[in-house]
């Protein structure tokens, strides 16, 4: 059983930054697929981005178009934790960001594609 504990989220005015991290701890796998999902009120949880590790050796990244080129997801080498580099927030990345976990990212954006969930951290631009 994996568990992901989420932390590093707050506010933030228009324009600035903040990295959010992913601790997972338990019956991790040398191949996973780890993802970001960001959930505003009254909206679907969407996929913010993924990083797929392939036996320690290999990995490689996707982003939703809203956030490609400002958002960067990336993991320790220890695989033991994910990370979300967030640049030039914009109001509207304002939401619950939840970390998952996954066996592949082939349809990372889908929310049913992972088997674990962290709790959310809090992200409010303004």
């Known amino acids: 059983h994996v568990q992901l504990v989420e932390s590093g989220g707050g506010s933030v005015q228009a324009g600035g930054s903040l990295r959010l991290s992913c601790a997972a701890s338990?019956?991790?796998?040398?191949?996973?697929?780890m993802g970001w999902f960001r959930q505003a009120p009254g909206k679907e949880r969407e996929g913010v981005a993924s990083?797929?590790?392939?036996?320690?050796?290999?990995?490689?990244?996707d982003y939703a178009d809203s956030v490609r080129g400002r958002f960067t997801i990336s993991r320790d080498n220890a695989k033991t934790t994910a990370y979300l580099q967030m640049t030039s927030l914009k109001p509207e990345d304002s939401a619950m960001y939840f970390c998952?976990?996954?066996?592949?990212?082939?349809?990372?954006?889908?929310?049913?594609?992972?088997?674990?969930w962290g709790q959310g951290t809090q992200v409010t631009v303004s």
């Open positions: 990083i797929y590790i392939n036996s320690g050796r290999s990995y490689y990244t």
């Open positions: 998952a976990a996954g066996q592949t990212c082939g349809n990372w954006w889908k929310a049913s594609e992972f088997g674990y």
């Open positions: 338990g019956a991790t796998s040398s191949s996973v697929c």
